[in-house]
């Protein structure tokens, strides 16, 4: 009788010591489905961020490609503007230069002009002389340019 008031109470300790176990069985289970719940959640968060990372770093890399494209036709414009004044300077110049050159060319003809008409003056006055020596002076003397 004593054996079995053993038996009794060491299978009481382990009936305890069992529901004890199965009680913190419970408890791990409970935790485990708790980490997995709270893994899952993160586990979301995450592909979220992800996502919202990639669409953010795409919708950024759109905006810098449209800035850029921007930027690129605003300098090509100025630069067609640039091309269109520089043409219309250098145009501008040359027209200048030639009225230049034919101004310088007209007065030329009128230097080449006077002086043909002041030799042909001066031979006829050389001519014209009764000595018929045209080194000699009529009068007083006379000086290139002066009125015959």
């Keep these: 009788s004593e054996r079995v008031a053993n038996d009794s109470t060491r299978d009481d300790s382990l009936h305890r010591e069992l529901e004890s176990a199965h009680a913190q069985c419970e408890s791990l289970q409970a935790a485990c489905a708790s ?64 009225a230049i050159k034919a101004a310088q060319q007209a007065r030329e003809a009128q230097i080449l002009s006077a002086l043909r ?21 009529r009068t007083g003397g006379s000086s290139p340019g002066a009125p015959v």
């Design 35 to 98: 980490f997995t719940r709270e893994r899952h959640a993160l586990q979301s968060t995450i592909d979220e961020l992800r996502h919202a990372a990639s669409s953010a770093a795409r919708e950024v890399e759109d905006r810098c490609q449209q800035r850029l494209e921007a930027m690129r036709a605003s300098y090509m414009e100025a630069a067609a503007a640039m091309r269109t004044d520089v043409a219309a300077h250098v145009a501008d110049s040359r027209a200048r230069l030639e």
């Design 117 to 137: 008409a002041y030799y042909e003056k001066a031979l006829l006055v050389a001519m014209s002389r009764p000595d018929g020596n045209s080194t000699t002076p």
